[in-house]
Nanobody, 117 residues
Framework: QVQLVESGGGLVQPGGSLRLSCAAS????????MGWFRQAPGKERELVAT???????NYATSVEGRFTVSRDNAKNMVYLQMNSLVPEDTAVYLC???????????WGQGTQVTVSS
């Protein structure tokens, strides 16, 4: 089992920035992919950004150039730096961990990000 705890959400004005953090604990396989998804009211969950254990990244087109995903393997942490936020970024942001050997996927509880003036 892997436990994920997110932090860093909140209310920000359009054009502002936020940094999300996610701490992973438990049975963490060395080979894994961590990342962020989001879900807005009435919409399906969508990928925001992922990063592999060796640093390979993948971004949704809508956030590329504005968001940066990073990780600290020693601390089992993944981060999402979000810049130039727009109202359409408003959603619950969920941390995700996927073990490569087992293909099991785990989710955090989510943190609310609201972009509004």
């Amino acid at each position: 089992q892997v436990q994920l705890v997110e932090s860093g959400g909140g209310l920000v004005q359009p054009g502002g920035s936020l940094r999300l953090s996610c701490a992973a604990s438990g049975s963490i396989s060395r080979l894994n992919v961590m990342g962020w998804f989001r879900q807005a009211p009435g919409k399906e969950r969508e990928l925001v950004a992922t990063i592999t254990n060796n640093g390979g990244t993948n971004y949704a087109t809508s956030v590329e150039g504005r968001f940066t995903v990073s990780r600290d393997n020693a601390k089992n942490m993944v981060y999402l730096q979000m810049n130039s936020l727009v109202p359409e970024d408003t959603a619950v942001y969920l941390c995700n961990f996927r073990s490569i050997p087992t293909m099991r996927t785990y989710w955090g509880q989510g943190t609310q990000v609201t972009v509004s003036s």
